[in-house]
């Protein structure tokens, strides 16, 4: 047991519940859609079972100061990139056939000049993304050729720094960036922290009564940090195609009818970006850590962050914010920073934060990603828990990595306590039991990532000692020929006859194939 000070992350301030669906507040509905059940085609399906109805609670007006991420720096000057939600992702470069090597192993950044870079990620057409600091490039699935982006675009041309890359639909990608937390204000202490008034002369936040002054300082807040979205153009280049800032949630109005609730945009030419779908007042979202996308399955092309405060679902060019695994100490909600995500095979995500882990198997419906009361929805496997085998649920652990393997069974990977088997015993639990994995090999102390693959292994991407493998059989062994001993990342698709794992360490891009 780890003795470590508790840190105040993600702080609810008293037990109110202001809204059924997500966190801080409400905002006033917008023009209602007639038939919510045209708004997305895709066939329903089922929500499976033994889940419960909460990814996190009704709640959260709190900020988070986890303790890995780099605080970013104050680049408040971004621009409105675009607000178009249609779905249009450029150009489909990708192909209905299997465009890369079949070799088990190829290094990737020698045979296509990638080099090193910070993040990678694949969209549905095979593209394969990358990123490198303001660089924004694709290796592109029809010529196997990488094309850069010309120049800083989006949030990076502000000065921002880029975190990680996913790929969504054919021909798009989605880029996330770092943005510092919100503190007190030495303006105006009494504020939410994360409550910014968007309209003069001044707002009352919800339950409150004190008028705070419109600030355009504050306004500008909403600049920094969250996500741009990239796609190949027609002439197949990369070019920016969305600052994303449009939110869709369900909602029902006075007289019980749906609608979807969006809420503003741009406020006097400011991008508000990605903040709460419960109420655009509150930026809780703001550095982007992690995020995964899915590639097979009804919600194909949809892609997840992992953010400073829970998790936010991608369609196209519109967003739902959010829900996270919680806990509370008293009457304070505890929300910590979600470095760990995944996709089951069956297509749950999977969520872990420096404190809790959770799962849900998400409705069809982008919009309903916030809803945690509607039992027949979002369904829980695992509600919020923490690994009883490990800490107190007040210590970090540090989740770096959540999958389930093919044979059902759950690991977690911590960058401070290594790989864990974790064994759902309720889903209500606020704890559950797991055993430690590999605890006498050095190398799976530090883990930066995980990935299943079809064939029932698990790969784990560790900070100083490579790549690992954890056989069908559960047997761990090294996997040799990955240059780099250091993995930054570990990208999986499944949805070809052969996978792909993409392994990214400090040297560059390997892929493996057929595992």
Not at 180 to 201: K, Q, S, Y
Not at 209 to 230: E, H, I, K, M, W
Not at 266 to 293: K, Q
Request: charged share 20%.
């Amino acid at each position: 047991m780890v003795n470590r000070r508790l840190l105040g992350l993600g702080v609810c301030a008293g037990a109110v519940m202001l809204s059924a669906w997500g966190c801080g507040g409400t905002d006033s509905p917008t023009t209602p859609i007639d038939d919510t059940d045209n708004v997305d085609p895709r066939v329903e399906v089922d929500a499976g079972t033994g889940g419960d109805t909460d990814a996190g609670t009704e709640v959260d007006a709190g900020t988070d100061a986890g303790t890995d991420i780099d605080a970013g720096t104050d680049a408040g000057t971004g621009t409105d990139a675009g607000t178009d939600a249609g779905t249009d992702a450029g150009t489909d470069a990708g192909t209905g056939v299997d465009p890369w090597p079949a070799d088990p192993m190829t290094n990737y950044s020698d045979r296509y000049g990638i080099g090193k870079v910070k993040s990678v990620g694949i969209d549905l057409g095979k593209n394969i993304w990358v990123l490198d600091g303001d660089r924004i490039g694709v290796v592109r699935a029809d010529t196997q050729k990488l094309v850069w982006v010309s120049g800083a675009v989006g949030q990076a041309a502000s000065g921002q720094s880029s975190t990680v890359i996913c790929g969504g639909e054919a021909g798009r990608a989605y880029v996330g960036y770092n943005a510092p937390g919100l503190g007190e204000d030495p303006e105006w202490p009494d504020i939410h922290t994360n409550f910014i008034v968007t309209a003069r002369p001044c707002e009352v936040p919800v339950n409150e009564t004190t008028c705070f002054p419109y600030s355009t300082r504050r306004l500008n807040l909403y600049t920094q940090g969250d996500v741009d979205a990239v796609k190949l153009d027609a002439s197949g280049q990369v070019v920016l195609e969305s600052h994303i800032n449009q939110s869709r949630r369900a909602n029902v109005d006075a007289d019980g009818k749906p609608f979807i609730q969006t809420g503003p945009t741009v406020v006097d030419g400011v991008s508000l970006g990605i903040r709460n779908s419960n109420d655009h007042h509150f930026d809780e979202d703001r550095a982007m850590l992690n995020c995964t996308s899915v590639l097979r399955g009804p919600n194909k092309g949809d892609v997840f962050f992992g953010t400073n405060h829970g998790v936010v679902r991608l369609r196209g060019l519109t967003y739902n914010a959010h829900r996270h695994p919680i806990w509370y100490e008293g009457n304070s909600q505890k929300a910590g920073y979600t470095y760990g995500l995944g996709i089951s095979p069956d297509g749950d995500v999977l969520i872990a934060n420096d404190w809790n882990f959770g799962t849900v198997t998400p409705d069809t419906k982008m919009e309903n990603w916030d809803d945690t009361t509607t039992e027949s929805i979002n369904q829980q496997k695992v509600k919020s828990s923490f690994l009883s085998g490990l800490n107190s649920q007040a210590e970090f652990d540090y989740w770096r990595g959540f999958q389930q393997t093919a044979d059902g069974q759950y690991y977690l990977g911590s960058s401070e306590y290594g790989l864990w088997n974790m064994t759902i015993t309720g889903a209500r639990n606020p704890s559950q039991p797991g055993t430690r994995i590999g605890a006498d090999i050095p190398a799976l102390t530090h883990i930066n990532s995980l990935a299943s693959t079809n064939d029932g292994s698990l790969f784990i991407g560790t900070n100083a000692g490579g790549l690992y493998r954890l056989t069908p059989g559960k047997t761990l062994e090294k996997v040799a020929g990955v240059r780099g001993n250091k993995v930054n990342q570990l990208v999986y698709d499944g949805s070809g006859t052969s996978g792909m794992l993409l392994v990214l360490t400090s040297e560059g891009l390997t892929v493996l194939r057929g595992y």
